[in-house]
């Protein structure tokens, strides 16, 4: 008796490894944004060192020149679309430093956040890569785009390694206390991301539904988000933001939002935070 049971037990343990090790990794499952559930209100705005007062000017000027003629909406919606052609290489392979540095506007950036900043093949394009080219052109300089981890643009913006931060940025009072932003030019939320196949959030009908469901988790659900971004300080929780987190489930930090999905659809985490229109167009290329 004893015998057959441990054969029996031997036999799940055996069977449910297997079951593990093919469910994960070789079943990509598609992924879906709740679009319509905004989980926080947020603006967009360039980061600049306090003090460059001549590079805030200049570029408020051209933030209002772009708004006044609808230029401002004309490349938000053609990189939205897909219709937009920009596409940038840097002149040169390194940061501009010493004298030459003059001659160049340096951009920090983190280029995995579509439609803003995204690689296409080795070229830099997105809506604030375009913003950036029009403003080297305002100051008559060449441009010179610094891709980083989003997490140390600021402190790259602050020992002026770079001049401006243009990354989808959100305003916010602890950044505010590093750097100065100029006019806020595009408004965005905070977004959730769960595989279609997952029944978690299927009767969610409002953003107030997903955060229950959110609080309702255990330290087994995982969410990702992108690092020292405002979809971690939502999820984890920021006290000097107001955002609560949850405390309950599991915040796990990437260096890019198109890994934390990769990591969703294969069934490694449970959800995804992150900004609504680079939801939007990761969710679209992973599912491809
Ligand atoms: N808006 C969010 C923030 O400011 C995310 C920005 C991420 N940007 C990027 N280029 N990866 O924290």
Known sequence: MKKILAI???AVMLLT???????CGETKAKVEVFTEYEL???SYAFAIAKGNDELKTAANDLLAELSETGELNKIINSFFDGTATFAYTN???TVPTGADKENYLVVATNAYFPPFEYYEGSKL????????SLLADKLGKTLYINDMDFDTIITSV???ESDIGM???TVNETRLELVDFTTEYYESAQVLIAREDDSVFADCKSAEDIENVLKKQGKDFIVGTQNGTTGFMYTAGDADFGYDGYKNLETKSYTTGALAVLDLANGKI????IDKQPAIMIAESTNK
């Open 8 to 10: 029996t037990l031997c």
């Open 17 to 23: 490894s297997v079951l593990a090790f093919a469910s």
């Open 40 to 42: 926080t209100a947020e």
């Open 91 to 93: 002149p040169v392979s």
């Open 125 to 132: 394009s997105g809506v604030d890569m375009k913003i950036a």
């Open 158 to 160: 602050m020992n002026g």
């Open 167 to 169: 990354a989808g940025m």
């Open 270 to 273: 449970n959800a995804v935070i």
